[in-house]
């Protein structure tokens, strides 16, 4: 697959940054600024998936964390950019209420699957729990966040100018508000998913699919529930209203924090694998 | 353990490919499918439309065509489409940046030169603002044309495509005449003005 899956991560980088240069062209000192802090931000993202990842003891080439990154960054940014319109374009001729973003949740977080499923295939081999999907879900989701928040600092900026309003305030409230929420959003949406699917590929592997199907299928509802309760519109301009998404933010924590705990206790008492199914050490979710 | 990455089974590469596919293609077939049921007639005496920058400086509006109709969803603050009945035509007006000249504007909304096209000048209406007003036809039988103001930072564009209404798009030049500059304080697209 990597045939399919390396030319559309390389078409996707490109992509995004074609599609984003007039903007960069346009604001090159907030640009600079931008990706500079979410160079920062991503790596400090990057590491700390790297310290909680219990996996980490039996390798991983980085190549697919890389790989998984990029997608995030590239294809699921680029294809997000206008799929995103067109769904809301149909929920504004269907008068669904506005409040309410559909886009974002159903287009964001099936490019961000379908980038974990690609590297599932090309890395089969290290997709020894459902674990290995979080981290290739958290990955791809920490390359759409660092790249999102640029294209939003840019934004900022192009808005506080059109606005008459200090450019320097605009970008730097935008960098921070969002690299603050950064640890309870995509990359915990695209984490969760992930875990899902990797949990299915890895139970129908061991001949326990409805199961696979089951962890799956509650996987992506949270997903989906929490990115879209995460876009609908708390009007953030009040203090109070921080605390919804602050709850969802914390709830994904917690739910990542009992998947890595209890994959933990899995990977202590190791089961064996059956003899189709080489590295597979761990016993199921 | 081998650290070369694995050739999967063809069913997993044809469920990525399949999944890519339709998640690229179901959005734009299904917003194509669905026709946007909140249509609204323009009143035969039209209706107007106007844009306010958000700096507070002057503005433009612009006559809308009477008799013909708008989805909701083709309306914004700063472009407008309208259909004639039954769909033959169409014109979509947006509001831009003035450049130095109406012809600069015109080049530099469409993003590519006016060269090629033969650019007449628009006699402005007796209540519409001085300033330079330009249409040319487009060798796809549509045209285009600019209504630049004087005093207003912002310009209309206007843009017309399919069969012109009676063989003739006399509606380009009508609706370029009918531009004036507003002075409203508030950001909004008025549709309320006859609208429907």
New interface residues.
């Given amino acids: 697959?990597?045939w399919?899956?390396v030319p559309?991560t390389l078409a996707g980088a490109v992509a995004v940054v074609w599609y984003r240069l007039p903007t960069v062209v346009a604001d090159p000192v907030v640009a600079v600024v931008a990706v500079g802090a979410q160079a920062v931000l991503g790596a400090l993202l990057l590491l700390l998936l790297w310290a909680i990842d219990p996996l980490r003891p039996l390798?991983r080439?980085w190549?697919?964390v890389a790989t998984a990154v990029v997608w995030g960054g590239g294809m699921c940014v680029f294809?997000s950019g206008f799929?995103n319109e067109?769904?809301d374009?149909?929920a504004?001729?269907?008068?669904l209420d506005p409040d309410l973003v559909l886009s974002a949740p159903v287009?964001e977080e099936?490019?961000k699957l379908?980038g974990v499923?690609?590297l599932?295939?090309?890395?089969?081999?290290w997709v020894r729990d459902p674990l290995d999907g979080f981290v290739l879900g958290a990955a791809v989701g920490i390359g759409f966040l660092t790249v999102e928040n640029v294209t939003y600092a840019l934004s900022a900026a192009a808005e506080a100018r059109?606005?008459?309003v200090p450019v320097t305030e605009a970008v730097t409230q935008s960098l921070l508000v969002r690299s603050a929420l950064a640890v309870g959003s995509h990359s915990l949406y695209a984490g969760i998913a992930g875990f899902g699917l990797a949990a299915l590929i890895v139970l129908h592997g061991r001949g326990r699919t409805g199961r696979g199907i089951a962890v799956f299928a509650a996987a992506l509802t949270t997903t989906l529930a929490a990115h879209l309760l995460w876009d609908a519109e708390w009007g953030l301009t009040s203090p109070a209203n921080v605390i919804p998404p602050a709850v969802i933010a914390v709830a994904l924590v917690v739910i990542a924090a009992v998947l890595l705990r209890r994959g933990r206790l899995r990977l202590r008492t190791p089961t064996p694998a059956p003899a189709d199914a080489p590295?597979t050490p761990a016993s199921a979710p | 353990m081998t650290r070369r990455l694995e050739r999967p089974g063809p069913l997993l590469a044809l469920v990525f490919a399949l999944g890519f596919a339709l998640t690229v293609a179901i959005p734009f077939a299904v917003n194509a499918a669905i026709v946007d049921p909140r249509v609204h007639d323009l009143p035969a005496t039209g209706a107007s439309i106007s844009y306010q920058p958000v700096d507070g400086s002057a503005g433009v509006a612009y006559r809308a065509p009477g008799g013909w109709f708008y989805r909701e969803s083709e309306v914004g603050s700063d472009s407008q489409r309208f259909s004639a009945p039954g769909e033959s035509a169409s014109i979509e007006v947006r509001f831009v940046p003035a450049r130095t000249t109406a012809r600069a504007t015109l080049e530099d909304a469409r993003g590519q030169d006016a060269g090629g096209l033969d650019l007449q000048t628009v006699a402005a209406g007796p209540s519409a603002s001085r300033g330079e007003r330009l249409w040319a036809m487009l060798p796809d039988g549509g045209a285009v044309g600019v209504a630049q103001i004087d005093v207003s930072g912002w310009a209309v564009v206007v843009t017309a495509s399919g069969t012109a209404p009676g063989g003739a798009w006399t509606i380009v030049p009508d609706l370029l005449a009918s531009v004036t500059t507003t002075e409203a304080e508030s950001h909004t697209t008025d549709t309320t003005d006859g609208a429907s």
């Fill in positions: 697959m990597s399919l899956l559309l390798g080439p190549i697919i294809l799929l067109q769904i374009a149909v504004a001729k269907l008068s287009i099936a490019v379908l499923l690609a599932i295939g090309v890395g089969r081999r059109d606005a008459a590295g």
